[in-house]
C-alpha cells in the first residue's frame, strides 16, 4: 500500500492544537504553585488501581492521558523544588530555565555535533567557557554537558586512564598489572560504580580530623602502591554528606609533581566556588586536568545536567570519540562536536536551559543565590550550636548542615523523617556517618528560609 499523509499522531488537527493548549495549561499551572505540594509515593498496587492500564493498542486520547498525569501520576512524584525539600541534593530551577526546558523540548534540536546545532553548542560552550574561567582553567579548556555526575566523572576518568595508558606506551614502558584510582574515603559512590565499570581498583585516602582529604595523606597512599599504576586523583569539591571541600591545592600539587591527572568531583559543591565567603576553600582548583559540576544541583537549573570540563579537551576526544562510517562526515570534520567529549553520542543541548537563565540573569545573580543559601546554612548550624538537645557534626563549609538530636536512635530520625513527609512540611531524611544515624539539612533553595528550618528544630525536639 502506498504512504499517505500524516498520521494522526503527527498532524495539527483541531484535537492536537487542544491538546497543545492543555499541557501548556498544565505548565502554566504547575509554575504558579508556590511552592507546589510536597507529594508522596505511592505504592505500585495504588497506582495501577488508579491509573489502570495506561498503555493500550488505541491509546486512551491526549486529554485522557494528561489527566492521568496530572490527577494521579504527578501527586505521586515529589516535587523537589519544594523548600522544604532538604534531602540528597535537591533541585531548584530558576523560572527562566524551567521555561527553557519546554523550549529545548520543543525545538528538536540535536546536540551532538556542530553541524547539527551549532547554535547550542556555541551557548553551551559559552556556559562551559565561564565555568571553567572561574575555576580558573586556561581559554583552551572545554568540554560538555552530560546527563550527571556519575556520568561526568566516568567520562573523565576514562580520559584520565587513556591519558596514561598513552603516556607510558609513547616512553615504551609496561602497563600495570592494574590500574588505580585514589580519592577520599568520603568521596561520592559514583566514584564506586566508575572503578566497578572501568574494572580498576579505587583506594581510599583517610581524611583528617574535619572531613578533608589533604596531601601528605595522598602522598602515603601514592607511596603505597605500584609505580605508574594510578591514572587519577579525585578531590571533591563539596561532599555530598557534609559538604566539605578537601584541600584542592594540596591535592593538586602532589598530583602535579607527580604527573597525574588531578579530576575535582564538584558535581554538589563547586557552585560554591561563585561566593565570595567560600571562595578561598577552593583554592587549588585550577590545578585541575578535570572539573565536574552539576547544574541540577547547586546552580539552579531542572534535571538533568552535569557539565564536564577538561584542561585539555583533546585527551577527551581521543578517548570517546566514537567512530563508524555513518559518522564520518561529522569526525572527518575539524568541527567541535560535543559527543566527543564523553561517553554519549546523541544528546539533547541540555546546557541550555542554564545558559538562557545565566544569560538572562547574569553572573551576579547567581553569586548571590549560593552567598544566600550559604548564609542560611550558616544560621541555621548556629542554631543547632545553641541548642542542648543538638550537636553540630561538622562546621558546614557551603550548604549542607549535619547534626544528630542527643538521644535519639534510628528510629527516631525515621518517625520523625515520615510524619514530616506525611504532613508535608518537609523532605528531611536521615544520613549517617561511620555507623551513626544523623540529620542533614541540604540547603539549595532560595525560597528555603530559616524560620522554616527553625520550625523542624522545635518539631524534633517537641
Ligand atoms: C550528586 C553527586 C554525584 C553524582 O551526580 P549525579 O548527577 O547524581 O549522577 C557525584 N559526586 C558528588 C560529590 C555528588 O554530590
Not at 377 to 394: D, G, T, V, W, Y
Not at 408 to 426: C, I, K, V
Amino acid at each position: 500500500m502506498e504512504p499517505t499523509g500524516l498520521t494522526p499522531m503527527h498532524s495539527r488537527g483541531p484535537e492536537t492544537l487542544e491538546l497543545r493548549e492543555r499541557v501548556l495549561d498544565y505548565a502554566r499551572y504547575r509554575m504558579d504553585l508556590n511552592p507546589a505540594p510536597l507529594d508522596l509515593a505511592s505504592t505500585p498496587e495504588q497506582l495501577l488501581e488508579a491509573a489502570g492500564q495506561t498503555i493500550t493498542e488505541h491509546g486512551l486520547g491526549g486529554l485522557k492521558a494528561l489527566e492521568t498525569f496530572t490527577e494521579i501520576l504527578a501527586p505521586a512524584c515529589l516535587s523537589v523544588d519544594h523548600p522544604g525539600y532538604l534531602s540528597f541534593i535537591p533541585c531548584a530551577p530558576t523560572e527562566a530555565s524551567s521555561l527553557f526546558d519546554l523550549v529545548v523540548s520543543a525545538s528538536s534540536i540535536y546536540g551532538g555535533s556542530w553541524l547539527e546545532g551549532s547554535g547550542a553548542v556555541f551557548a553551551e560552550n559559552q556556559v562551559l567557557a565561564w565555568l571553567a574561567a572561574e575555576v580558573g582553567l586556561p581559554e583552551t579548556a572545554g568540554g560538555v554537558f552530560v546527563q550527571g555526575g556519575t556520568l561526568g566523572n566516568l567520562s573523565a576518568l576514562v580520559a584520565a586512564r587513556y591519558r596514561a595508558q598513552e603516556l607510558l606506551r609513547e616512553s615504551g614502558q609496561n602497563q600495570p598489572a592494574r590500574w588505580r584510582l585514589i580519592c577520599s574515603a568520603e568521596a561520592h559512590s559514583s566514584l564506586k560504580a566508575a572503578a566497578r565499570v572501568m574494572d580498576i581498583e579505587l583506594v581510599p585516602v583517610p581524611v583528617d580530623s574535619e572531613g578533608r582529604m589533604r596531601g601528605n595523606a595522598t602522598r602515603e597512599i601514592l607511596d603505597q602502591v605500584e609505580e605508574n599504576s594510578v591514572f587519577a586523583i579525585v578531590a571533591t569539591a563539596g561532599t555530598t554528606n557534609f559538604g566539605t571541600v578537601d584541600r584542592l591545592d594540596e591535592v593538586g600539587q602532589v598530583a602535579q609533581q607527580r604527573g597525574i591527572w588531578f579530576h575535582i568531583d564538584g558535581a554538589y559543591g563547586l557552585a560554591g566556588i561563585l561566593s565570595e565567603s567560600a571562595r578561598h576553600l577552593f583554592a587549588g582548583a585550577e590545578l585541575a586536568d578535570s572539573f565536574i559540576v552539576d547544574p541540577h544541583k547547586w546552580l539552579y537549573a531542572p534535571f538533568d545536567a552535569c557539565a564536564l570540563v577538561y584542561r585539555e579537551p583533546s585527551w577527551g576526544k581521543a578517548a570517546h570519540t566514537q567512530h563508524g562510517e555513518y559518522l564520518d562526515p561529522l569526525t572527518d570534520a575539524d568541527d567541535w562536536n560535543p559527543s566527543d567529549y564523553a561517553m554519549n553520542l546523541t544528546r539533547r543541548p541540555r546546557g541550555l536551559p542554564l545558559w538562557f537563565s545565566l544569560a538572562s540573569h547574569g553572573v551576579a545573580a547567581y553569586r548571590a543565590a549560593v552567598e544566600q543559601n550559604i548564609a542560611v546554612a550558616k544560621a541555621i548550624a548556629e542554631e543547632i550550636q545553641s541548642r542542648p538537645n543538638f550537636e553540630l557534626m561538622r562546621n558546614p563549609d557551603l550548604s549542607i548542615v549535619a547534626f544528630r538530636r542527643l538521644g535519639w536512635g534510628p528510629n527516631d530520625y525515621q518517625d520523625w523523617s515520615d510524619r514530616m513527609l506525611l504532613t508535608g512540611t518537609a523532605f528531611a531524611v536521615p544520613s549517617s556517618h561511620g555507623g551513626e544515624t544523623m540529620m542533614r539539612f541540604a540547603i539549595i533553595n532560595p525560597l528555603t528560609t530559616i524560620a522554616e528550618l527553625t520550625n523542624l528544630l522545635d518539631e524534633m525536639e517537641a
